[in-house]
């Protein structure tokens, strides 16, 4: 192997704390990846990482290589392509991202096919979850991402912002009768959503004044991602308080009703998020650039198709 295909492997391997997690995602047996290593450490003079029987960590020169590897890795993908920029084939090589599942099916799978089409040697990798992915562990270009951003390093651009709706079923509505007021949720049940079971649940969250505040509810069911929330939901469990892009089809069809129109939960900050590194490649620049303007389209849709309140 060469001196950059060690240095791929290097990477591979401190992103995932892991030579067989490296070896898996890279098609190569574990022993090529771990052999890979040790003959760049050899050449280096230095240990890149720290191996235990559970993990493999950076020592401190191999947290500074690291670094560096990812920027020269990125100026070799722009050296590669400088000289292709009028050529709409000219962009190749995989983008990795991930984004909730109903963002996926709704607003990037259907467009998915005008970017390929422009750019046939292009690969993505897309994920579909709804929990909060860890970009550099696991090897993400970027991702869409609602809510707040707290992770050091991770580079924010705001897309727009989730407007926020509470909803029910109408079955529910018949049981328990439509809330008209906050002080009408007391007789009401609210499905709680918490991405980590176990964590207190935060309650109706509405805004007064500006101000975020929340209301304790009492609630039968937990749940932890937005499939299985919406499916509580359409069951007649209670109410919850979702983005309107996540439902807005479930209440053209009259399968869930907005109440409280005028109690909506905080709007909720969309963005585009990515590693803090020097230079990004021109492929995803131009996936990150798409990226945008198809979740801004969708926003836009969305706001436009204002759902009924009961």
Not at 11 to 34: I, M, N
Not at 118 to 141: A, C, K, P, W, Y
Not at 188 to 214: C, D, V
Not at 292 to 301: A, I, M, P, Q, S
């Amino acid at each position: 192997m060469s001196f950059l295909d060690h240095m791929h492997i290097f990477t591979r391997v401190a992103e995932l704390s892991s030579f067989t997690q490296a070896a898996d995602s890279l098609g190569l047996p574990k022993a090529s990846v771990s052999t890979a290593v040790q003959q760049l450490e050899n050449r280096l003079g230095v240990r890149l990482l720290h191996r235990t029987t559970r993990k493999v960590v950076l020592t401190h020169d191999g947290q500074s290589f690291y670094e560096r590897c990812k920027d020269a890795l990125t100026d070799l993908d722009e050296l590669q392509t400088m000289f292709q920029a009028q050529s709409a084939n000219a962009l190749k090589g995989r983008v990795r991202v991930d984004m909730s599942t109903v963002m996926a099916r709704q607003a990037v799978l259907p467009r998915l096919p005008e970017l390929l089409c422009q750019h046939t040697l292009l690969q993505l990798e897309i994920s579909s979850t709804e929990r909060r992915v860890d970009l550099i562990r696991e090897g993400f270009d970027c991702v869409i991402r609602a809510g707040k951003v707290s992770e050091p390093g991770l580079i924010t651009r705001p897309v727009g912002d989730l407007r926020m709706v509470n909803c029910a079923s109408p079955h529910y509505l018949k049981r328990f009768g439509v809330p008209q007021s906050i002080q009408d949720l007391e007789r009401h049940q609210l499905i709680h959503y918490a991405a980590t079971l176990g964590a207190k649940p935060s309650g109706f969250e509405y805004t007064s004044g500006n101000e975020p505040m929340a209301i304790p509810m009492q609630g039968q069911v937990t749940v932890n991602n937005a499939e299985a929330y919406q499916a509580a939901c359409l069951a007649g469990l209670g109410l919850i308080q979702v983005p309107v892009v996540g439902i807005r089809e479930w209440i053209t069809q009259g399968r869930l009703v907005e109440v409280l129109p005028d109690w909506p939960a905080p709007p909720m900050p969309l963005s585009l998020v990515y590693a803090n590194r020097r230079n990004l490649s021109t492929r995803v620049r131009l996936v990150m650039d798409w990226l945008h303007g198809v979740v801004l389209d969708y926003l836009n849709e969305t706001s436009a198709e204002q759902p009924a309140a009961s």
